[in-house]
């Protein structure tokens, strides 16, 4: 019984992150470091993607192979994500059209609470720790202010792309397809890998290829320096993430106002009044006051609460793990 509780568990928080990858600058590492899971993610992770597992498999058989992969954790983390995606997909949006205040006073109070919960993991905090807490921070809020830059369709970039993003998307507090934005690769990789799943074409085959090639160089390279940092640095490595996460904090502030949005065309243009936009590439925070005047209703008094649920839920979270 306790063995099933602890692989439901486990789906559950396989969907938390999916969840959390669906929403734009909160990362579903945010979701694995809260509830316990980061660096066993992190070292099964190097595992299947190092030569280890595969040394295993031949010498040992399949059995020892899916045991030193940690084949059950991947399982079932990897299902609850799927859930989660899917349920991501239609809920979550739902709500980031309709309640976007709500819905990223919940998150903002959440990373709050998250930061709080990884500074407390911090074994001793020194100068060194307080260094890396300082240059997270800088870094993750320069990251959210930073303009997009122009793409580049080469498939070097590409796959550098690739490598990029899934990086950014196993570190807690910065998402890959923000990092594709600010990359100018966003409005390239996804039209181009939504038209190789519907038409097959060769040319776009090749630029998803290219792109899950770099994922996955990115995700075996970037697991085993995180999980070399957590080794033999993990103060400094904690403190780095609480920053991480601190500095994010711009990047999903509840009362914003877009000002750069992408057109039909792939043209970026600042939004104005009635104009016609495919997706928004940057928005400007307001103050709740000055949201009400110029955007609508911010919902105050709901947002605080939403907030504040944010920020209890990730005590629970560790309550529960605790018992």
């Given amino acids: 019984m306790e063995k099933w509780t602890g692989k439901l568990t486990l789906a559950l928080k396989g969907m938390a ?30 595992n299947v993607l190092g030569p ?25 983390l990897l299902s609850g ?23 990223w006073s919940f998150f903002f ?15 001793r905090w020194h100068i060194t720790e307080a260094i890396t807490l300082v240059l997270g921070t800088v870094l993750a809020y320069y990251i959210t202010v930073a303009s997009p830059a122009e793409g580049n369709t080469a498939l070097w970039f590409v796959l550098v792309s690739g490598m990029i993003a899934i990086s950014a998307m196993i570190l807690p507090g910065i998402s890959g397809s923000f990092m594709l934005l600010l990359m100018g690769m966003y ?10 799943i519907q038409t097959l074409a060769p040319e776009s085959l090749l630029v998803m290829g290219a792109f899950a090639v770099g994922c996955l160089i990115g995700l075996a390279s970037f697991s085993r320096v995180l999980s070399w940092a957590f080794k033999h640095y993990h103060n400094p490595t904690l403190a780095a993430l609480t920053g991480f ?34 997706k928004v590439i940057k928005e400007a925070n307001l103050l709740p006051g000055r949201y009400a005047l110029e955007v609508g209703n ?11 649920a944010g920020f209890a839920i990730v005590f629970v979270i560790e309550r529960l793990g605790k018992k």
Avoid at 109 to 123: K, P
Avoid at 187 to 195: A, E, L, M, Q, S
Avoid at 299 to 304: T, W
């Fill in 187 to 196: 409005t390239y990789i996804i039209p181009t890998v939504k038209n190789a």
């Fill in 298 to 308: 911010n919902y105050l008094f709901g947002a605080l609460l939403a907030m504040a």
């Fill in 17 to 46: 992150m999916g969840i959390a990858e669906v929403i734009p600058g909160v990362s579903g590492g945010t979701i694995a470091f809260i509830t316990g899971i980061y660096e066993e993610l992190l070292e099964t992770i190097k």
């Fill in 245 to 278: 996460m601190l500095g994010s904090l711009n990047k999903i502030w509840p009362w914003r106002k877009p000002v750069l949005g992408l057109a039909e065309s792939g043209e970026l243009v600042n939004i104005q009044p009635g104009a016609i936009i495919d």
């Fill in 52 to 76: 280890e597992t595969w040394v295993t498999l031949r010498r040992q058989g399949l059995a020892a192979a899916w045991e030193k992969g940690n084949g059950n954790f991947l399982l079932f």
């Fill in 109 to 123: 109070g959440l990373i709050i609470a998250s930061a709080i919960f990884v500074a407390r993991q911090v074994g």
């Fill in 81 to 103: 994500m799927a859930l989660g995606l899917g349920f991501g997909v239609f809920a979550v949006v739902h709500l980031m059209e309709h309640y976007p205040v709500l819905l």
